[in-house]
């Protein structure tokens, strides 16, 4: 029991048209026909109005066809128009007509009058303008789950409304699925943006929400000027393209953004860790500095006259010891010095590279940056000599006043 049943029987016809959901003709009662016109009865996607053979109105409840074999039998049928499986005058009347392709689905089955064209979705036959029908459905469906909600107050002629985040500045979209067999001249074929969206897995990645932002910035912008919802359709459709290739702009531009304020607080965290190394190198020291008085305290020692030569000499091992160890830990610093600024130099290098590409405000961060870690290296440098001179000095100290002594 299946529509193709009905249109064998009208098949066979052949001199025949549809009007008004009714076909009539006359055809040879072969075995053929009668089996055609006994499955079309059983189809339950129709009815016939009249069978006439000779003048006689046959009966297909109580009369058998076989009786009237090899005659000619003048029928009428009329076709069911109760369900979207159905006969189409032509592909603009499945389109105009057939609600479930306006909410993305197409039926089962169904026949194109004009094209003599039979559909079913179990069927391998492949036809362009039915695969270009399945594109446009496809791009309905996947708008309509993307839907903020559905507008349903006219049953022929469901709504669909985007509501954008920053409702002050723009006002909710609105779209009303309409097609026309014209649409299918454009091939819609890139539907990735809307099937990406509408995976299962979609909301669990990174930037979904923001992603569907744009998605509704963009329709707003681009259907901005359109006076209806249909005409709002028709432009998404036949300027397909061009929408996505200003989704893509807009993606491309927050993607980017996003990008240059991640770059911008790598920035920030590689300058207050490298700031933070830096500033260890000479807090390390410090605290060893602190042997610096006792140093002083003998050379003072050394240089009064109350102590002997042994003393003397004793104290003034003390003061190369003392020397030796800081000027280690002054060397052991400038190595941990010079690893943080080869890693500086990599760092700005690794931002170098995409200098052109980045706004003017993090291009400046950057140059803030490696100005100041200049700077604080300079400094570092700097104390590290002064650290080796305050380190050595009492030894040459004591040096200087047991050679006087002497």
Request: aromatic letters at 8%; hydrophobic letters at 35%.
């Given at each position: 029991m299946a529509l193709l049943d009905v249109v064998q029987l009208y098949r066979l016809i052949g001199d025949t048209k549809l009007v008004e959901n009714q076909f009539e003709g006359e055809i040879q009662l072969t075995t053929q026909s009668i089996d055609a016109i006994t499955a079309a009865d059983n189809s339950q996607f129709g009815?016939?109005?009249?069978?006439?053979?000779?003048?006689d109105d046959i009966d297909l409840q109580h009369d058998s066809l076989c009786n009237y074999e090899n005659e000619k039998a003048i029928i009428t049928f009329r076709v069911s128009s109760k369900s979207a499986e159905r006969f189409y005058k032509s592909i603009d009347d499945l389109l105009a007509s057939c609600l479930l392709i306006k909410e993305g689905s197409l039926p089962n089955s169904f026949y194109i009058v004009e094209d003599d064209l039979y559909y079913d979705k179990q069927s391998n036959t492949k036809n362009k303008q039915i695969e270009k029908i399945k594109n446009l459905c496809l791009l309905i469906e996947k708008l309509t789950e993307l839907a903020h909600y559905h507008d349903k107050k006219?049953?022929?002629?469901?709504?669909?409304?985007?509501?954008?985040?920053?409702?002050?500045k723009n006002k909710p979209i609105v779209i009303a699925p309409n097609l026309e067999k014209s649409m299918l001249s454009n091939g819609i074929k890139d539907l990735s943006v809307l099937t990406e969206l509408t995976d299962t897995k979609a909301k669990q990645s990174t930037h979904y929400n923001e992603k569907m932002n744009v998605l509704v910035s963009t329709l707003s912008e681009f259907l901005q000027n359109t006076s209806s919802s249909k005409l709002a359709f028709q432009k998404l459709i036949n300027s397909w393209s061009e929408f996505l290739e200003l989704y893509n702009n807009n993606i491309a531009t927050y993607l980017s953004g996003f990008a240059f304020h991640k770059a911008k607080k790598e920035i920030a965290e590689a300058e207050v860790k490298l700031a933070e190394q830096l500033a260890n190198i000479t807090s390390d020291i410090t605290g060893k500095l602190f042997s610096i008085p006792v140093s002083l305290a003998a050379v003072v020692t050394i240089a009064s006259n109350k102590t002997n030569s042994f003393t003397d000499y004793i104290l003034l091992f003390g003061l190369i010891l003392m020397a030796a160890i800081i000027i280690g830990i002054v060397d052991n610093q400038s190595s941990r010095l010079s690893v943080i600024t080869q890693a500086k130099d990599l760092l700005e290098k690794s931002f170098e590279g995409k200098k052109n590409e980045y706004p003017n405000d993090l291009n400046d961060a950057i140059s803030e940056m490696n100005k100041t870690l200049d700077s604080n290296i300079t400094k570092a440098k700097k104390w590290l000599k002064i650290f080796i001179f305050l380190g050595i000095t009492p030894f040459y100290l004591g040096l200087f006043f047991l050679s006087f002594k002497s």
């Open positions: 009815r016939f109005e009249s069978i006439d053979v000779n003048g006219n049953p022929c002629e469901a709504k669909l409304v985007f509501v954008p985040t920053d409702t002050d």
